[in-house]
């Protein structure tokens, strides 16, 4: 929302950006006061940006740009390995599905709905358990 003109330049450049960040024309409006008015009659502001999509971020090449910059620090990626086994000794062991192995002397377990079940695997966090249900939106 703007409630002068010097904020509404504000806007026009969230405009810009957003034609330059793939955002098609059609899913965003820059309003008047009167446009705002037709769309929310108790909305009074000078002039309002509509946009019709609550995210523009493209997860994908986010995702892909962290991957190249953990790469430069030395991080190695592994794919389509999934951790069928651990053991709890000092150092880890993961045995993968294809039954090879990886020792570690750290790790951090961030396998989402998984993770307490390969804790559990290191004995670790045995008194929880963990519902998974599916939300409504
Ligand atoms: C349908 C749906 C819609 C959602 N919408 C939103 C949203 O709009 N906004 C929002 O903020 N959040 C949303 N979420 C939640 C969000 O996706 C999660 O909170 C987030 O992805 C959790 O990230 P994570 O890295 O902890 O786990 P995950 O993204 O689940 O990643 C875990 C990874 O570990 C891997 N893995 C699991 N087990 C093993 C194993 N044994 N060996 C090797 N690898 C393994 C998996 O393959 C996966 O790649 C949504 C979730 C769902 C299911």
């Not at 330049?9 to 965003?28: C, D, F, H, M, R």
């Not at 309003?31 to 940006?49: F, I, V």
């Not at 999934?82 to 377990?109: G, H």
Request: hydrophobic share 30%; charged share 30%.
């Amino acid at each position: 929302m703007a409630s002068d003109e010097e904020q509404h330049k504000t806007l026009e450049k969230y405009v810009k950006w957003s034609a330059q960040n793939g955002i098609p024309e059609k899913q965003i409006e820059l309003l008047d006061s009167k446009g705002l008015l037709k769309r929310e009659p108790n909305l009074h502001a000078y002039s309002g940006l509509y946009c019709s999509r609550d995210v523009s971020t493209d997860y994908g090449i986010f995702t892909k740009e962290l991957q190249k910059e953990s790469e430069k620090n030395g991080t190695k990626f592994l794919f389509n390995k999934e951790v069928t086994d651990t053991n709890d000794d000092s150092e880890v062991q993961l045995t993968f599905s294809d039954d090879s192995t990886l020792t570690a002397k750290f790790l951090i377990n961030c396998s989402g709905g998984n993770s307490l079940d390969i804790a559990k695997k290191c004995n670790l966090a045995k008194e929880y358990d963990d519902l998974h249900f599916r939300g409504e939106y």
